[in-house]
């Protein structure tokens, strides 16, 4: 499986940014997908999941101001980001589970800066 994430950027403070992934390969073996992140100088942290059912999950420094979503289940999700902070600029990764193993795409970088 190939995860392919991209819409990172420079965006001002209180703006808004939509991220994509699209994996490509052996998607039907995919179960739960989500978005991590990682700002410089700090450990690769979570910010949201979905299932393959649809449900979600999002930590609490992203609830009320982010959107995860999986349209149809398939092998695309997206982040919907709103009321960017600063504190928000970090490379963003998307990640599919499939069994015991998790894979990773390679990262789209977010900015929050005026």
């Known amino acids: 499986v190939q995860l392919q994430a991209s819409g990172g950027g420079l965006v001002q403070p209180g703006g808004s940014l939509r991220l994509s992934c699209v994996a490509s390969?052996?998607?039907?073996?995919?179960?739960?997908m989500g978005w991590y992140r990682q700002a410089s100088g700090k450990q690769r942290e979570l910010v949201a999941t979905?299932?393959?059912?649809?449900?979600?999950y999002y930590v609490d420094f992203v609830k009320g101001r982010s959107t995860i979503s999986r349209p149809n289940a398939k092998n695309t999700i997206y982040l919907q980001m709103n009321s960017l902070k600063p504190e928000d600029t970090a490379v963003y990764y998307c990640?599919?589970?499939?069994?015991?193993?998790?894979?990773w795409g390679q990262g789209t970088l977010v900015t929050v800066s005026s």
């Open positions: 990640q599919a589970e499939i069994g015991a193993l998790d894979y």
């Open positions: 390969g052996s998607t039907f073996s995919i179960k739960d």
């Open positions: 979905i299932t393959s059912g649809g449900a979600t």
